[in-house]
């Protein structure tokens, strides 16, 4: 067993001790699957080529629309959306596990985070908002709430702008700058720009008045944020306090053990729904 996948099980058990002691929190969900009877599990790394993409026509009016380069798209390992293939197979995985960690409790919004720069929370997010709008019928709003170093937009390939940064710096309204990219039920709301004073806006009552406009406007939607890693800055902290969910992110053979120490003390208190093992060899992939 690994260093990464033992501290990962020490983290989660950690959190079901913590969540038994009577936290307001709810548990994880279920255990690593290896335990479970699944199999089949195909490998989450990415690399190789693909040939048959499903394009469905957008059927969205009056949001802004564009229609994404769907080969573009899985060149950029946005494989959720191919319709046979072992890596979607894995994110219909975690959809599966997400949906049962969220529906019952109806919660609708999930922060994705990770414990240090780059370890997928980006690409795992498009592609979970893609196989939740493709496999569970529902509507999904994925927000680039990483301010500092947005890239919701280039993994989709659409423009950055406008944004958040023009609702928070200016007065465009949010469904100005929501954008429809061609994939039935996803809808976007790219970051606009990067701000340096993200910490500042996080906390700021425009972005409460924001987290709740669109909670409350878009009723019938899942709602997924990027955010930065837990290293970085306090914005995923304070993120963290406006969703229902957190889900990790670690990445194999880059994440360390003190790594998970020190993010899951940081996030002890909140509802975290797992941590994915992202990039893995292993033939199950998802770590929870
Ligand atoms: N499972 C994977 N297999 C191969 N490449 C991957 C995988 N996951 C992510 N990558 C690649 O790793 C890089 C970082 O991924 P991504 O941007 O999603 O990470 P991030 O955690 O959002 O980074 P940041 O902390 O900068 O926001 C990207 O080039 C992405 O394509
Ligand atoms: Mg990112």
Not at 17 to 44: C, M, Q, V, Y
Not at 262 to 288: C, F, Q, T
Request: aromatic share 6%; hydrophobic share 35%; proline share 4%.
């Amino acid at each position: 067993m690994s260093q990464l996948k033992k501290a990962l099980e020490k983290a989660m058990k950690e959190r079901k001790t913590f969540s038994k002691e009577g936290a307001n929190h709810a548990e994880s969900i279920g255990g690593f699957p290896e335990d479970r009877a699944e199999s089949g599990a195909g490998k989450l790394k990415h690399g190789h080529a693909r040939d048959v993409v499903e394009a469905p026509a957008p059927t969205y009016f009056q949001t802004r629309s564009v229609r994404v380069d769907f080969e573009k798209l899985v060149d950029r390992k946005v494989f959720s959306l191919l319709k046979k293939d072992e890596v979607a197979d894995q994110y219909k995985l975690l959809r599966t596990m997400v949906l049962s960690g969220i529906r019952p409790k109806g919660h609708r919004t999930i922060e994705v985070t990770s414990f240090k720069e780059g370890e997928g929370k980006s690409l795992t997010s498009v592609n979970l908002a893609i196989t939740l709008a493709n496999e569970s019928r529902q509507n999904i709003l994925l927000v680039d709430m990483d301010l500092r170093r947005p890239s919701i937009h280039s993994i989709l390939g659409i423009d950055i702008k406008p944004g958040l940064k023009d609702y928070f710096e200016g007065d465009t309204p949010i469904e100005d700058i929501m954008i429809h990219p061609g994939i039935e039920r996803l809808t976007v709301l790219p970051a606009g720009g990067r701000m340096d004073n993200s910490t500042e806006i996080m906390g700021s009552p425009r972005m409460e008045n924001l987290i709740r406009d669109i909670r409350k406007r878009y009723q019938d939607r899942y709602i997924i944020f990027d955010s930065p890693a837990l290293n970085r800055c306090s914005d995923p902290i304070v993120l963290s306090s406006y969703v229902d969910a957190i889900l990790l992110i670690a990445r194999a053979n880059y994440t360390t053990t003190e790594d998970i120490t020190a993010g899951m003390a940081l996030v002890k208190e909140k509802n975290v729904l797992g941590i994915v093992l992202n990039d893995s060899e292993i033939s199950r992939r998802w770590a929870y």
